[in-house]
């Protein structure tokens, strides 16, 4: 198989359903905590709720109880398995939600439990890869999977965005920042990130060095666009998911 750029293979299509009944799907991310993996995706995912005023998600007016996570196989690069994971637990929620936030933020850390034949391609939310120089109108990746669709097998499709706000500053006095970017359903739960092809790269202390390879910096999720007349979406910063993991 030809070389595949990791973060094809970091972000997880994922199903919701209820009781075998498909609802929608998103797009979700491994992290380790020291209680062992989680995915990290959107908390309206897997309340199928609208994360600002409640309302369901789907038009059949289910409310998810498992989710399917379609993983990269540790048989070999390029092949998938899919395993459930139950999102309750004698009625109470299974998902680990931000130790002060809470419910504000939209994003979890889901247990995983199913990890037979797996094999994991964690976001390290201490080391968040190179320090990239990320300002306003630079580039910026949402990689998942819009409707559903994945660019073959389950690799996901990269959509490119901008950065649409200063990333030192939270928008809404929440740790969140502005990309301008023509994202879609299912790509709710995105990892967002800084990529950029070998050469020579501006960090954010000022200097500039020479990659001989390809360098990222992961730098948030992605959740939604601010309306759908909005191509500007919301992405939760990478500093907000490792408080949630540390916390864990």
């Given amino acids: ?65 498992y989710i399917n996570v379609i993983h990269n196989s540790r048989n070999g690069l390029g092949r998938w398995v899919s395993r459930t994971e139950p999102l309750y637990v004698d009625g109470q929620p299974r998902w680990i939600e931000h130790p002060t936030l809470g419910q504000k933020a939209d994003f979890v850390a889901l247990p995983l439990t199913q990890l037979l034949d797996v094999q994991t391609y964690p976001y390290d939310s201490t080391n968040t890869g190179v320090e990239i120089f990320v300002g306003p109108a630079d580039p910026l990746s949402v990689i998942g999977f819009p409707f559903g669709l994945s660019a073959g097998g389950a690799f996901a499709v990269w959509a490119t965005g901008f950065m649409a706000s200063e990333p030192e500053v939270d928008f809404g006095g929440l740790p969140i920042f502005l990309i301008d970017c023509r994202s879609r359903q299912g790509q709710s739960g995105s990892p967002v990130i800084a990529y950029r092809s070998a050469g020579m790269i501006k960090l954010s202390n000022g200097n500039i060095s020479a990659f001989g390879d390809a360098v990222y910096r992961f730098l948030g999720i992605y959740s939604g666009r601010l309306n759908s007349e909005s191509d500007l979406g919301l992405v939760w910063k990478a500093s907000a998911i490792r408080e949630l993991i540390g916390s864990i």
């Fill in 1 to 65: 198989m030809p070389t595949i750029a990791q973060p094809s293979v970091q972000s997880l299509l994922i199903e919701t359903n209820f009781n075998g009944q498909t609802l929608a799907t998103g797009t979700g991310f491994i992290s380790n905590t020291a209680k062992g993996p989680v995915l990290v995706t959107n908390r309206h995912n897997v309340t199928g709720r609208h994360q600002e005023n409640g309302s369901l998600l789907s038009p059949t007016g289910g409310i998810p109880n």
